[in-house]
């Protein structure tokens, strides 16, 4: 069945570490996306890309980067730049990158992720 | 102000009671999106909406336009639709990206 595959589901970092999430779509989706969530808050975008090889940042881009190499994989990563990690990471795809025709957007199981 | 804003933020009800989420927002938008968040965290589109009403199973979502508000029905609710309940927009400029609510988090008791 096709979806968006996250991974890891929990991981652990230590401060000052880069740590990397992966997420993988069979989807054939164009537009790829990167989500935080914060307990109380409603998602808030980091990073997307419309297509292979370009990629823009969102609302809260700092202290993470990305890459978009394949149309299938949009890995994120979260630098030690970054002072408050500890969040939910949630990816998403969708089959418009323009969002005009206002396609169902479609998520990943999430990533959660602790500073120790 | 949030520019999509839900209400209530909590609701819990019995088992078999109809269920009304809503949903305002301050832009214009191209569609309207609800979600559900499962208790692990991983979310499910269940609408996309631009107009009018959409019903699946015992879910319905309607949207007005005019007055920018949305609500999103459970009939019959049971405690499998126990979850926290996202309302999403997309705007008209920059459609590529969703303005997400704070989430309604719904408990159904036995």
């Known amino acids: 069945d096709g979806g968006i595959t996250q991974s890891p589901k929990y991981l652990f970092r230590k401060e000052g570490q880069n740590v990397t999430l992966s997420c993988e779509q069979n989807?054939?989706?164009?537009?790829m996306y990167w989500y935080r969530q914060d307990p109380g808050q409603g998602l808030r975008l980091i990073y997307y890309?419309?297509?292979?090889?370009?990629?823009q940042k969102g609302d809260i881009a700092e202290g993470y980067s990305v890459s978009r190499e394949k149309k299938e994989s949009f890995p994120l990563t979260v630098t030690s730049a970054q002072k408050n990690p500890t969040a939910f990471y949630l990816c998403?795809?969708?089959?418009?990158?323009?969002?005009?025709?206002?396609?169902?957007?479609?998520f990943g199981e999430g990533s959660w992720l602790t500073v120790v | 102000k949030n520019e999509v804003e839900q209400s209530p933020q909590n609701l819990t009800a019995q088992e078999g009671e109809f269920i009304t989420i809503n949903c305002s927002y301050s832009?214009?938008?191209?569609?309207l999106h609800w979600l559900q968040q499962h208790p692990g965290g991983g979310i499910v589109s269940l609408f996309m909406?631009?107009?009018g009403k959409k019903k699946h199973g015992r879910l319905i979502a309607t949207i007005n336009i005019q007055e920018k508000h949305s609500s999103l029905h459970i009939t019959a609710s049971h405690p499998r639709d126990s979850a926290v309940y996202i309302c999403?927009?997309?705007?008209?400029?920059?459609?590529?990206?969703?303005?997400f609510g704070q989430g309604t988090r719904l408990t159904i008791n036995p």
């Open positions: 832009v214009g938008i191209s569609a």
């Open positions: 999403a927009v997309s705007l008209i400029q920059g459609a590529q990206k969703l303005v």
């Open positions: 909406l631009s107009s």
């Open positions: 998403a795809s969708s089959i418009d990158p323009t969002g005009l025709l206002g396609n169902t957007i479609y």
């Open positions: 989807l054939n989706h164009d537009a």
């Open positions: 890309s419309q297509i292979v090889n370009d990629f």
